[in-house]
């Protein structure tokens, strides 16, 4: 790879990265103001306290609903947009995060990772299912292990 | 936590997308130029006998690593001229669809407070636990 070369190269690897940031941007930055509206308006508290029962079979906090679900369904980046700024903020755990990891980093953005397969000859609800299966059954078996042994850094906040 | 929920929402927004940027770009252009050089085709000479154990021909290392390396749409790319059966494209489906993007989004996790080798244990581990799985159970 020769001098221009390589410049070319980084440029198209700085234009591509870049245009990956700015389609986080396009996501994270709107999902932050709804966030905050609903934050503003309680609306988290109520659905944190519904949806606790569910989300406190995997070890999680009410409050790690709406990280779980943005992951799973919008995509990792988007989810752990979510997850950053709350952990930040004290709403969620060390284990929350671990927990949450679990899940979303083999299971998430459902629809798209899913779909892409289908020219292929994949069947979607066969891959998703067995995805979906699998990552549910390792986030619970985590959860129990961690529950019962409860390393005490995993339940303090993350340091940042 | 003065200002009003769209000023915070925002500020928040972008606070966040700096986190991850930071993460993303710098990752993004190491495996660009890794992808340029011949050591993505020679982890898929070491991948092939590892893939007899998930019932898949050797020549499905490439577009694997491609997908783990880089992203699905890469490892699309390579795979559809392989022309695999339904079982065999159900098990490179699930191992990619479990573990892809692995720089750039381990990168991610890692900004959420956790640590690499949980990341890249849990999907890889998953990937291949549920590719012999399927192998196993799928009876043609």
């Given amino acids: 790879m020769g001098w221009t070369g390589f410049v070319t190269a980084l440029w198209e690897a700085l234009t591509e990265a870049g245009t990956t940031v700015l389609a986080i941007a396009v996501i994270v930055i709107p999902l932050m103001v709804v966030v905050e509206f609903l ?3 309680r609306v988290f508290d109520w659905l944190s ?21 943005a992951g799973a369904m919008l995509g990792l980046s988007y989810g752990s947009g979510l997850i950053i700024d709350s952990t930040r903020e004290g709403r969620l755990t060390r284990r929350d995060a ?17 779909l892409v397969f289908v020219p292929l000859g994949v069947n979607p609800f066969l891959l998703l299912g067995i995805r ?11 959860a129990r292990v961690w529950q019962s042994s409860a390393p005490e850094p995993l339940n303090s906040s993350v340091r940042r | 936590m003065t200002a009003s929920p769209l000023a915070r929402g925002l500020r928040k927004g972008l606070e966040t997308t700096w986190i991850l940027a930071k993460a993303v770009v710098p990752t ?3 495996v660009y130029f890794l ?21 898949l021909p050797g020549e499905a290392a490439l577009p694997l690593v491609l997908g783990m390396f880089l992203n699905l749409y890469s490892a699309i790319g390579a795979l559809a001229p392989l022309n695999l059966g339904a079982k065999e494209a159900t098990i490179v489906a699930v ?5 892809h993007n692995l720089p750039v989004e381990t990168a991610v996790t890692r900004q ?21 799985i399927v192998h196993l159970v799928w009876r043609v």
Wanted: glycine share 8%; with cysteine.
């Fill in chain 2, 112 to 132: 959420m407070g956790v640590s690499v080798w949980f990341s890249l244990v849990v999907r890889l581990g998953l990937a291949v636990v549920l590719a012999m």
């Fill in chain 1, 98 to 114: 671990y927990v949450l990891t679990a899940l979303l980093a083999p299971c998430h953005a459902i629809f798209e990772d899913t």
């Fill in chain 2, 28 to 30: 993004y252009i190491v």
């Fill in chain 1, 39 to 41: 934050k503003e308006w």
């Fill in chain 2, 35 to 55: 992808a340029k050089t011949p050591v993505l085709g020679m982890i898929s000479r070491l991948a092939t006998p590892l893939l007899a154990v998930v019932g």
């Fill in chain 2, 95 to 99: 191992i990619l669809s479990t573990a």
């Fill in chain 1, 49 to 69: 306290a519904r949806l606790t029962p569910g989300t406190g079979r995997l070890g999680l906090s009410g409050n790690a609903a709406f990280p779980l679900a």
């Fill in chain 1, 132 to 142: 979906a299966a699998g990552a549910l059954a390792l986030t619970v078996v985590l």
